[in-house]
C-alpha cells in the first residue's frame, strides 16, 4: 500500500476538485436561462457521414441532473484525496473519477441518440474500472466483470432501441422524436422498442431481475460507491426513462411494466436491506429500493408522480451519498463496516455522525427534512394515479416504513450504545472527509425548510422538461390534514415497529435467504460458466494446436465453400486447352513438378524446404518470364527469406522418423484435401481469365500514374498512392504478425528454461 | 551462429552491398520494380546473414535500435505522411508533391508517398528483424 510510484501531493489531488466546483457554478448559472428561453442547445459536428453529431440540449431535467453530479463529485473528489491517501494507484483512481464525472454529464446533457449511447457505455466503462480498482482482489474483479456484463448487454439493448428509432423516424435527436410521439406509441416495433428501451434502464438502475450486480459493486472504495452507484450512474437508467417517458410513455405496457418492475424492487430490496449486517451492504439495497421507487413513479401519467419521482431523485442524491461517505469514515478510521462491531461512536466523530443523523432522518422522512417532502409528494403522486394506485400507495408505504427503520438501525447501532472497548482511540476523519456529508445533510435540512424554493428552481423545471402539462405540483411544507399526512403518519408508526423488530427480522431473513433454491447471482454464474464451458468446447475441437487439425480445419472449409458457391452460383468453367509454350516454359514447369514431388517423397526436412523455394523461385521465374518484374521480385524475396526462416526453426528439430510418419488412411485424407484445394485454386484462377474483366481500372492507372503520381512504375504508384490506405492496413498487419510471433518466441523459451 | 571465417569476411562486404541495394531499390521503386516492401526484404537478408555469421546481438548492437522501435517509428512514419494530406485539407493519404528545381533544368520531385514508402520498409524490415533475430537466439 505504501508503494507510491508517483508522489502527488494532496493538495495538486485536491486541486482537481475546481473541475465538478466549475461545472457545478457553470449550471447553477444556466438555471434562470433555462427557465426562461427554454433548452440550450449546442451542434458540433462529430461523424458528418453517419449524421452523428455531438448535440447537447440542456434543459430543466439535465440541469437537475448537471447539479447532482457535479455538486456530490466535488465533495467526493475531495474524500477521496484522504480516503485513499498513499494508495498506489491513487492517479488512475482520480483519473477514472473525473472521466466518469465527464462522461455522465455527457449522458445527461446529449441529445443525439448515438451521442447519448456512446456516454452511456462510457460510464459503463468507468463504472468497471472503478469496481474493480482493488483488482488484487478476486471478488473485486469478479463483481466488475459483473457489472460490466449486466450494464454492457443493457447498453446494446438500448443501441437497438436507438437504430430502431432512428430507422423509423428519421431523425437521429430526442427533442426531434417527441413531435413523431404518437405515431411512435401505435406503430407495431412499439413493443419491441420499449422492452429495449426498458432493459437499457433496468440493467443499468439495476431493477429486478437485474439488481444482483449493485450489491456486488460495493467491491468498489466507498466514495464510487457514493458517486457512481448511489447519486449518479444507477440514476442513469432512470433518466433515460424520464427522457423518453414524452415518446414512449402513456401506455398501458409502460405503466405497468415500469409500476410493477418499480414496486418488486422497491419492496423486495427494503426486506432484504434489513437482513445485512455491512454497511455498505444495507446502503446498496436501500439505493435498490430508491431506484425501483422513482421507476415505479415514472411509470405514472399524473403530473403529481412525475413530480415525486424527480423530488425523490433529488432527496435520495442527497442522503445517500452522505450515508455512504458515513459508512467509508466508520471504515476507515475503525477498520470495519459490520454492525455488530460497531457502536458508541457518537462522541468520537460528531461531526460525521450529526451529518448522518440529518441524512437518516431526511431518508425516514420526518418532518423539516427535505425526505418528508419527498415523501408526501409521493403519496400525493400515488393516490392520483389513474391505474391501480392501491399498488402504488401499498408498495410506497411499505418501502418507505422500511427506510425508516434502516435508518434508525444505522443513528442507533452505529453512533449510540456502548462503546467497543477497541475503538478507544479513534478520531473523527479529517475535515476533508466529514464536509461532505455534513453540507449534504446540511442541503438537505435547508430543502426540507424552503421546499416551494427548491420545487420553483429544480423540480418543475426538471418535470416540465419532459411532461407537457399546465398543472404544476407545489412542494410545501403543510399541505394540511389530508390523506398524504395520515399516510406518514402510518409510515413512520410501522417503521418504529421494524425497527424494534429488526433483530429477530434480520435472522429470520439470514435464514430465509439461505434456504433459497436459486439467486438471480446464481443464474448468473451459471450462465457466465456455460458461456466459458462452450468456449472450452470448440477450442478442443478448433484449437488443439495441432498445426495438421488447423490446415485441414481452414481448407476444408474453403474447398466446401468456394466450391460450392463458384458450382452453384458462378458456372464459369475454363477452357481446359493447353498454351502455346516455349521450351524454356516447359523446363521451368518440369522443374517446378520435380521440386514438388521432392517435397512430397523426401523425410529430410532441410531438403523439402529447399525444394519449396524452388518451387517459389520457378514461379518467380515464370512471372518475369511474363512481364510482371515487380511480382517476381517480391515473390523472389519473399521465397529467399522463407526458406531462411523455416530452415532456422527446422535445423532445430529431428528428422522425420518413419514411425512418426501419419497413418495410412490420414495420409489419403490429406492428399485427397490437398488436391482438391490446388484443383479448386487453379480452376478458378483459369475461369476469372474468361470472365473479361473490364479494363477501366487498368485505363485509369496507366493514364494517372505519373501525370498525377509522378511515378512510372504502376504497381508501387498503387502500392504507395492510390491504394496507400490498403497498404497502410497491411502494413499493421505486418507489425502485428512480427510482435506477435516474437512475442510466442519469447514465451516458448522461458517455458522451456 | 556458425564460426567460419570465409563466411565472416564474405559478410562483411556482402552486407554493405546488399543495404545498399536495398537503399537503391527502395528509392527507385517509384519508377521501376522495387519499392519498400521488397526493399526491406533485402535488408533482411543482410542482417539475416550478418546474424548468421556474427550473433544476433552483433546486428543489436549494430543496428543501436530496438527492433520493435522500427516498426513503431516506420507505422508512424506512414501514419504522418497521410495525415500531411489531412492537414492540408485534403483526404487522408492524399499524395502531396514539391518540386525543387536545382541548377537550370533538373529538378527533383518530393512527394509523401515517399515517405510513406519509407514507412513501410521500415515497419516490414522492423517485423522481419524482430522474428529473425528472436528465432535465432532461441
Not at chain 1, 588 to 594: E, S, V
Request: proline letters at 4%; glycine letters at 8%.
Amino acid at each position: 500500500m505504501n508503494k507510491t510510484r508517483y508522489h502527488y501531493s494532496d493538495w495538486i489531488l485536491r486541486s482537481s476538485a475546481l473541475l465538478p466546483l466549475f461545472i457545478f457554478t457553470y449550471a447553477a448559472t444556466l438555471v434562470l436561462p433555462v427557465m426562461s428561453d427554454g433548452p440550450i442547445r449546442f451542434d458540433l459536428p462529430w461523424v458528418p457521414g453517419l449524421d452523428i453529431s455531438l448535440t447537447f440540449s440542456i434543459d430543466g431535467l439535465s440541469l437537475l441532473f448537471m447539479l447532482i453530479i457535479s455538486s456530490v463529485g466535488f465533495f467526493v473528489t475531495l474524500y477521496s484525496v484522504n480516503y485513499l491517501h498513499g494508495h498506489h494507484h491513487v492517479d488512475s483512481f482520480f483519473l477514472f473519477l473525473h472521466a466518469f464525472m465527464l462522461s455522465m454529464l455527457g449522458l445527461v446533457t446529449a441529445d443525439n441518440m448515438m451521442a447519448l449511447f456512446v456516454f452511456w457505455e462510457l460510464t459503463t466503462i468507468f463504472s468497471y474500472l472503478l469496481i474493480g480498482f482493488e483488482y488484487e482482489a478476486e471478488r473485486s474483479r469478479h463483481s466488475a466483470r459483473q457489472a460490466l456484463l449486466v450494464t454492457g448487454a443493457g447498453g446494446l439493448a438500448l443501441l437497438a432501441a436507438f437504430l430502431l428509432l432512428q430507422i423509423i423516424t428519421g431523425t437521429a435527436d430526442i427533442s426531434g422524436l417527441v413531435g413523431q410521439a404518437s405515431q411512435l406509441r401505435s406503430h407495431p416495433l412499439y413493443g419491441a422498442i420499449f422492452v429495449l428501451i426498458a432493459l437499457g434502464a433496468f440493467t443499468k438502475s439495476a431493477q429486478f431481475p437485474f439488481h444482483f450486480w449493485l450489491p456486488n459493486a460495493m467491491a468498489a472504495p466507498t466514495p464510487i460507491s457514493a458517486f457512481l452507484h448511489s447519486a449518479t450512474m444507477v440514476k442513469g437508467g432512470i433518466y433515460l426513462l424520464a427522457r423518453f417517458q414524452p415518446i414512449l410513455g402513456g401506455t398501458p405496457a409502460w405503466t405497468t411494466t415500469l409500476m410493477i418492475t418499480g414496486a418488486i424492487t422497491a419492496v423486495s430490496s427494503a426486506v432484504l436491506a434489513l437482513g445485512q449486517s455491512d454497511l455498505k451492504k444495507i446502503l446498496a439495497y436501500t439505493t435498490l429500493t430508491a431506484l425501483g421507487i422513482m421507476t415505479m413513479f415514472l411509470g405514472g401519467q399524473a403530473t403529481a408522480s412525475l413530480t415525486a419521482a424527480m423530488t425523490f431523485l433529488l432527496v435520495h442524491s442527497l442522503y445517500k451519498s452522505g450515508l455512504f461517505l458515513m459508512a467509508g469514515i466508520v471504515d476507515h478510521q475503525t477498520g470495519t463496516r459490520q454492525l455488530e462491531n460497531l457502536g458508541g461512536l457518537f462522541t468520537r466523530m460528531p461531526f460525521t455522525a450529526c451529518a448522518t443523523v440529518a441524512a437518516c432522518l431526511s431518508m425516514a422522512g420526518f418532518p423539516l427534512f427535505f425526505g418528508f417532502i419527498g415523501k408526501e409528494i409521493m403519496y400525493k403522486g400515488a393516490l392520483a394515479e389513474t391505474m391501480c394506485p392501491q399498488m402504488a400507495v401499498s408498495a410506497a408505504v411499505l418501502a418507505n416504513a422500511l427506510r425508516t427503520a434502516v435508518g434508525g438501525i444505522l443513528i442507533v447501532r452505529v453512533f449510540w450504545g456502548r462503546p467497543k472497548p477497541e475503538h478507544a482511540a479513534v478520531k473523527d476523519a479529517s475535515v476533508f472527509m466529514w464536509s461532505g456529508p455534513v453540507v449534504l445533510g446540511g442541503i438537505g435540512i435547508v430543502f426540507g425548510i424552503n421546499p416551494e424554493w427548491v420545487g420553483h428552481w429544480l423540480i418543475t423545471p426538471a418535470v416540465r422538461a419532459f411532461h407537457m402539462s399546465s398543472d404544476h405540483i407545489k412542494l410545501e411544507i403543510f399541505h394540511g390534514i389530508n390523506m398524504p399526512l395520515v399516510l406518514s403518519i402510518l409510515t413512520i408508526t410501522m417503521g418504529v415497529c421494524f425497527y424494534l423488530f429488526h433483530r429477530p427480522l434480520y435472522l429470520l431473513l439470514r435464514g430465509t435467504v439461505k434456504r433459497l433454491p436459486i439467486t438471480t447471482d446464481q443464474v448468473y454464474d451459471g450462465f457466465i460458466s456455460g458461456v466459458t464451458g462452450l468456449g472450452h468446447l470448440q477450442n478442443r475441437l478448433l484449437q488443439n494446436g495441432s498445426l495438421h487439425r488447423y490446415l485441414f480445419i481452414v481448407l476444408s472449409t474453403f474447398v466446401s465453400l468456394a466450391g460450392y458457391t463458384w458450382l452453384s452460383r458462378i458456372n464459369v468453367f475454363p477452357a481446359w486447352e493447353l498454351p502455346l509454350m516455349s521450351i524454356r516454359e516447359w523446363l521451368l514447369i518440369a522443374l517446378i513438378m520435380a521440386s514438388v514431388i521432392t517435397v512430397l517423397a523426401t523425410r529430410i526436412l532441410l531438403l523439402a524446404i529447399c525444394a519449396l523455394g524452388v518451387i517459389g523461385t520457378g514461379l518467380a521465374i515464370l512471372f518475369l518470364n511474363y512481364g510482371a518484374p515487380d511480382v517476381a521480385l517480391t515473390q523472389l524475396l519473399v521465397e529467399t527469406l522463407t526458406v531462411v526462416i523455416v530452415s532456422i526453426i527446422l535445423l532445430r528439430l529431428p528428422a522425420l522418423k518413419r514411425s512418426e510418419q501419419p497413418k495410412q488412411f490420414k495420409r489419403l485424407m490429406d492428399a485427397i484435401l490437398a488436391g482438391s484445394a490446388g484443383i479448386l485454386i487453379t480452376s478458378l484462377l483459369l475461369a476469372v481469365l474468361d470472365v473479361n474483366p473490364k479494363h477501366t481500372l487498368t485505363a485509369f492507372f496507366e493514364q494517372n500514374s505519373y501525370l498525377a503520381a509522378h511515378g512510372k512504375n504502376i504497381v508501387n504508384v498503387i502500392l504507395v498512392d492510390f491504394r496507400s490506405l490498403d497498404t497502410l492496413g497491411e502494413i499493421i498487419v505486418v507489425a502485428a504478425a512480427g510482435l506477435a510471433g516474437f512475442a510466442l518466441i519469447k514465451q516458448q523459451r522461458s517455458k522451456y528454461k | 551462429m556458425m564460426h567460419s571465417l570465409i563466411l565472416r569476411a564474405s559478410t562483411r562486404l556482402l552486407v554493405s552491398l546488399i543495404l545498399m541495394f536495398s537503399v537503391y531499390l527502395l528509392i527507385r521503386g517509384h519508377n521501376a520494380p522495387g519499392g519498400g516492401f521488397s526493399a526491406a526484404l533485402v535488408s533482411g537478408t543482410a542482417f539475416f546473414l550478418y546474424a548468421v555469421a556474427e550473433g544476433a546481438d552483433s546486428v543489436r548492437q549494430a543496428l543501436r535500435f530496438d527492433t520493435r522501435n522500427l516498426i513503431v517509428i516506420g507505422m508512424l512514419l506512414a501514419l504522418a505522411s497521410g495525415l500531411t494530406g489531412l492537414a492540408a485539407g485534403q483526404p487522408f493519404l492524399t499524395g502531396l508533391w514539391w518540386t525543387l528545381t536545382l541548377g537550370h533544368d533538373y529538378e527533383i520531385v518530393l512527394g509523401t508517398p515517399l515517405f510513406f514508402d519509407i514507412g513501410v520498409y521500415l515497419t516490414v524490415l522492423g517485423s522481419i528483424l524482430t522474428l529473425i533475430l528472436a528465432l535465432e537466439e532461441s
